[in-house]
Every structure is written in structure tokens, then in C-alpha cells.
T-cell receptor
């Protein structure tokens, strides 16, 4: 079945260091979405990428969609303690049912002050 | 303010009890979803609905059932709770399904003792 994998599973960084998480899908995606879940919280939608090779920025966060639309990355510049949480990528299901989102395995980010 | 609400936030219940987790949204979204998530782990889709009187099982087998009698309401029921049901249950809604982002509720943390 369709799978969405993320690496790394965990990342511990010193405040001020950069962070990158990578997302890889077993199938081509019509779009890729990114969510952030704070510890004890619920996933919050961050952004959606649709076009092949698309790059979008939100302040210190840079999101990229691969040319083949099967992978994506999230890069955080100069991490802050407020960046702590788990970052999930997600893509629509394939074939007849694109209304479901398949979530990636997530990358848990810990930032030490 | 448009939002999605889940109650209860926390629930500890004995084995064999019947429970209903409530989910309501005020955004008028047709598409609603239930995900199960163990702490720090990925989200697994257990049920979804495209509108009133429409419900489907998700990718993860679940002993729970759902109903969709009103657009705004999508409750999840466990007829006989077991310790293996201990998890966080997240409800989400979307106007466009997988084509755009989901809005998640705060979740219900269920513990079955």
C-alpha cells in the first residue's frame, strides 16, 4: 500500500542550529502538506505544496516539493525552543480516493537552549 | 469562531464499558475523519465521512464505529473498551478533503484500565 516515510525519526539540536526533515512517498503525490504537533497537542496545518519543484518560505521555515512529486523537505533555520514538536508530512491517497490524507511517520524535534 | 471540538479531553474507563467520543465542527465541512495516534507516533486513519449518512472504514482496522446524522457531528463509539484501545483519538475536518489542509480537534486521550 501507499507509504510515506520521514527521516530522521528524532533530531536533537542546540538552539540556533539548523534542522531538516525529509519526506518520501512510495507514490507520486498531487500535493504535499506539512503539519506541526506540539508535545501534548494536535497537528496544526502549516502549508501545502502543489507544483513540481515548488519552494515556499514561512519566516525561518523553508518547504520544498521534489521534481518528481514523490519527496519533500522542511528546513528550519536557526531553531528556537518554540520549534519543538513533531513535524508530519502528508499526501492524498491514490487512485479512487484522494480525499484521505496519508500521514508520514513524523520527525520529532527537540531544541536545547 | 469556526472550529472543531472534541470531548472529553481525557477519559479513563474500565474494561468492557461502552464509550462515545464526541466531535463537532462549526465550519460546515462535509468531510470528517477520525485518526488514532499513540504518543509520539504516526497518525492512522480509522474512519472517514464524506457527508451526512456517509461513513467508511479507514486504513487501520478498528473495533470502533461512527455515525454521521448531522453535518457538524461525527461521534465515535467503542461498544466494549479494552486496554488495547488506549490511545489518542483525533478528529479532523476538511472542506476539500485531501486537496487541502485538515483542521484537527484537540483530541481525546483514552486510557482503558
Amino acid at each position: 500500500g501507499q507509504q510515506v516515510m520521514q527521516i530522521p525519526q528524532y533530531q536533537h539540536v542546540q538552539e540556533g542550529e539548523d534542522f531538516t526533515t525529509y519526506c518520501n512517498s512510495s507514490t507520486t503525490l498531487s500535493n504535499i502538506q506539512w503539519y506541526k504537533q506540539r508535545p501534548g497537542g494536535h497537528p496544526v496545518f502549516l502549508i501545502q505544496l502543489v507544483k513540481s519543484g515548488e519552494v515556499k518560505k514561512q519566516k525561518r521555515l523553508t518547504f520544498q516539493f521534489g521534481e518528481a512529486k514523490k519527496n519533500s523537505s522542511l528546513h528550519i533555520t536557526a531553531t528556537q525552543t518554540t520549534d519543538v514538536g513533531t513535524y508530519f508530512c502528508a499526501g492524498p491517497g491514490v487512485s479512487y480516493n484522494t480525499d484521505k490524507l496519508i500521514f508520514g511517520t513524523g520527525t520529532r524535534l527537540q531544541v536545547f537552549p | 469562531e469556526a472550529d472543531i471540538y472534541q470531548t472529553p479531553r481525557y477519559l479513563v474507563i474500565g474494561t468492557g464499558k461502552k464509550i462515545t467520543l464526541e466531535c463537532s465542527q462549526t465550519m460546515g465541512h462535509d468531510k470528517m475523519y477520525w485518526y488514532q495516534q499513540d504518543p509520539g507516533m504516526e497518525l492512522h486513519l480509522i474512519h472517514y465521512s464524506y457527508g451526512v449518512n456517509s461513513t467508511e472504514k479507514g486504513d487501520l482496522s478498528s473495533e470502533s464505529t461512527v455515525s454521521r446524522i448531522r453535518t457538524e457531528h461525527f461521534p465515535l463509539t467503542l461498544e466494549s473498551a479494552r486496554p488495547s484501545h488506549t490511545s489518542q483519538y483525533l478528529c479532523a475536518s476538511s472542506e476539500f478533503g485531501g486537496a487541502y489542509g485538515y483542521t484537527f480537534g484537540s483530541g481525546t486521550r483514552l486510557t482503558v484500565v
